[in-house]
T-cell receptor, first 113, second 115 residues
Framework: AQSVTQLGSHVSVSEGALVLLRCNYS??????LFWYVQYPNQGLQLLLK??????LVKGINGFEAEFKKSETSFHLTKPSAHMSDAAEYFC???????????FGTGTRLTVIP | EAGVAQSPRYKIIEKRQSVAFWCNPI?????LYWYQQILGQGPKLLIQ????????DSQLPKDRFSAERLKGVDSTLKIQPAKLEDSAVYLC?????????????FGEGSRLTVL
């Protein structure tokens, strides 16, 4: 069975500070991994994804994530937070050969001026 | 390019009433998904269509939920009768192909409140 754990339901950072949102997955084989962002009253938007190849993945809005198989992690980072980054972030996993996308419970990011 | 359209955006009903949500996917997207997002939780897949056929409905509470995609384009999700625990945002998503690496494009969601 596969699952996704997002540590910290709420994260607050100061504007300009490093953003680190944690995601760990449980899977018998390396899955495909995704980060989505959800702004208030909007749908989910893909930030980035890891399928194969380079383990450091760059996404939109300056975000990136690194797939670490040994740690079963796919943490999301951004060097300098902007006010516009305030949103809810979801990590998701999709097993090869499967149809379903399993989402974590989400992390709400607050950016303090 | 138009995104995934959903309506209504908000719906308030009393328990035991019925409700229907509509979704129009991105043009040309063969795969359509309905997700349920309860407050404080991540989205959970209810049903997945490939064209007008059901690929996965294992998580759909079939005693009260139904969904259809008759012509392989628009889809409707119905709840009858609604329960308090059905209060959630219902997200529709579509993708170009049913692929593990394919990106899902989400609509803005339909927020249901059951009183």
């Amino acid at each position: 069975a596969q699952s996704v754990t997002q540590l910290g339901s709420h994260v607050s950072v100061s504007e300009g500070a490093l953003v680190l949102l944690r995601c760990n997955y449980s899977s018998s084989v390396p899955p495909y991994l995704f980060w989505y962002v959800q702004y208030p009253n909007q749908g989910l938007q893909l930030l980035l994804k890891y399928t194969t190849g380079a383990t450091l993945v760059k996404g939109i809005n300056g975000f990136e994530a690194e797939f670490k198989k040994s740690e079963t992690s796919f943490h999301l980072t951004k060097p300098s937070a902007h006010m516009s980054d305030a949103a809810e972030y979801f990590c998701a996993v999709r097993q090869t050969g499967a149809n379903n996308l399993f989402f974590g419970t989400g992390t709400r990011l607050t950016v303090i001026p | 390019e138009a995104g995934v359209a959903q309506s209504p955006r908000y719906k308030i009903i009393e328990k035991r009433q019925s409700v229907a949500f509509w979704c129009n996917p991105i043009s040309g997207h063969a795969t359509l998904y309905w997700y349920q997002q309860i407050l404080g939780q991540g989205p959970k897949l209810l049903i997945q269509f490939q064209n007008n056929g059901v690929v996965d409905d294992s998580q759909l509470p079939k005693d009260r939920f139904s969904a259809e995609r008759l012509k392989g384009v628009d889809s409707t999700l119905k709840i009858q009768p609604a329960k308090l625990e059905d209060s959630a945002v219902y997200l529709c998503a579509s993708s170009l192909v049913s692929s593990n690496t394919g990106e899902l494009f989400f609509g803005e969601g339909s927020r249901l409140t059951v009183l």
